[in-house]
């Protein structure tokens, strides 16, 4: 049980977290691929992000203030970060790999012997949130709100361990203002990166009602809107790149043509009433899923009124709880 942090390159691992039960546990399967998977439970208190060097060899994976590095092939190591840090990529030639964090920091740390090389480091305009690596080798992308930071390494040396790595950074403001990134994600040819993101934690979130677009060649942001106004919710890329599917708050996904920014269809799913959704009792027994949309609440003394419409399943009856 958890929220996987990492998938291995060569799709055969995974760091799964689980901060929900006491104590918190961190798992790593091995063998995902094949019936014969292994599972390594380690003691790791709130582990947030994580990340596979490019060999599979290594895992680097952020809790706290700490930095842990799993190996197949050495113990696990602990280092001290001396703050909390936000996320974590490896460096696509795999000699390093930046952290994102303590405060405005992102740091490089050399994979073979996993010191820190301080020179390397690069400051943020904003605290770094997340970190991705582009196809190129070269360089990396990090979204600090209301900033999106372009970290080009500008020389690179990884021979016996001794390795170092020079970079610089440049910022753009992408124009909407402080926000909380939900979804940080980049094109298979590395052109463009796309974010979702909320303007307050919730619960429930206030989402933003439009996607963030940076283009990394001409260093400018745009957004898409959806159709009929609707919200959008989770996203995820055609393999080719050529296709932008969003999930939104009006029950549909949406399909973009993200060489155009048109929402060129939205398709419905027929879910069944009953999908998913079971009462208590033993044995457990479905019930009924309505899926409805609020558009309008208003007050009268002790009195509530909700006005919405429905998405799917059955209507809702007097006296049902939602």
């Avoid at 930095?67 to 390093?96: R, W």
């Avoid at 021979?159 to 926000?179: E, H, I, M, P, Y």
């Amino acid at each position: 049980p958890g929220k996987v942090l990492a998938i291995s390159p060569d799709r055969t691992s995974a760091v799964i977290s689980d901060t929900a039960d006491t104590p918190n546990q961190l798992f790593i399967c091995t063998g995902c691929d094949s019936t014969s998977r292994t599972v390594t439970t380690l003691q790791i208190t709130g582990a947030t992000a994580a990340a596979f060097s490019p060999d599979n060899l290594k895992a680097y994976i952020l809790a706290g203030n700490n930095l842990y590095v799993y190996s197949k092939l050495d113990p696990l190591q602990t280092i001290s970060l001396g703050g909390p840090a936000n996320d974590v990529a490896f460096h696509p030639e795999g000699g390093f790999a930046y952290i994102a964090g303590p405060s405005n920091s992102i740091t490089p740390y050399r994979t073979c012997d996993n010191a820190q090389i301080s020179a390397g480091a690069v400051n943020a305009t904003d605290s770094p949130l997340l970190i991705r690596a582009l196809p190129d080798g070269s360089t990396l992308l990090v979204l600090d709100p209301p900033n999106i930071d372009l970290v080009s390494v500008t020389s690179l040396t990884a021979v016996a361990c001794t390795g170092t790595v020079t970079d610089t950074t440049n910022s753009f403001n992408l124009g909407q203002g402080s926000f909380i990134p939900s979804q940080f994600f980049v094109s298979p040819d590395g052109s463009t990166a796309y974010i979702l993101g909320n303007t307050s934690a919730g619960p429930p979130p206030t989402r933003l009602r439009f996607i963030m677009v940076f283009n990394v060649n001409t260093q400018s942001s745009s957004t898409l809107s959806l159709s009929n106004g609707a919200t959008p919710l989770s996203a995820s890329l055609s393999p080719d790149g050529t296709l932008l599917f969003v999930g939104a708050d009006d029950g549909t996904v949406h399909v973009i043509d993200t060489a155009s920014g048109l929402d060129t269809q939205q398709v419905t799913f027929p879910f069944p009433s009953n999908e998913l959704c079971f009462g208590p009792g033993n044995p457990p027994t479905q019930v009924p899923l309505s899926q409805v949309r609020i558009s309008a609440v208003t007050e009268s003394g002790s009195n509530t009124t909700y006005s919405y419409a429905l998405i799917s399943g059955p209507g809702l009856n007097i006296g049902q709880s939602m």
